[in-house]
């Protein structure tokens, strides 16, 4: 007998977040659906999380990563970037394509050549 069980994944976690914030905003709006679809959300990830077909398991929490972890981590990186900034690089654009180039900090006018489009522009770290 096969007792292999998939357990947690981030898709999970995801999920169980989910059903958080659907509990927090029916409490609110006193929604009784809201409430309903949050515990069949747990449901389903109590369900993942005790499968034994891990192949499929994986290949949710691949598809969830790739479609949306991913791309939120990267808008939240880079907001934090632009807003508190990097101690010892600096973020320009290039003037031709539009790269976003890294240069360091304090080391006065420098040459930078573009990875991209190959142009080479001089600027004030």
């Not at 790739?66 to 808008?75: E, G, Q, Y």
């Not at 360091?104 to 080479?120: A, D, E, L």
């Amino acid at each position: 007998m096969n007792n292999k069980r998939y357990g947690v994944d981030e898709f999970g976690i995801g999920l169980i977040w989910f059903a958080i914030i659907l509990v927090g905003i029916s409490y609110f709006v006193k929604s009784k659906f809201l409430s309903s679809f949050a515990v069949i959300i747990v449901v389903f990830e109590v369900y993942r999380t005790l499968s034994s077909n891990i192949i499929k398991r994986n290949r949710e929490n691949y598809i969830f990563k790739a479609k949306f972890l991913n791309p939120v981590k990267a808008k939240l990186k880079k907001l934090k970037r632009s807003t508190f900034g990097d101690k010892n690089y600096k973020y320009i654009r290039c003037k031709n394509c539009g790269q976003e180039l890294r240069v360091p900090k304090g080391k006065g006018k420098i040459r930078v050549k573009c990875p991209k489009c190959k142009q080479v522009q001089e600027i004030r770290s």
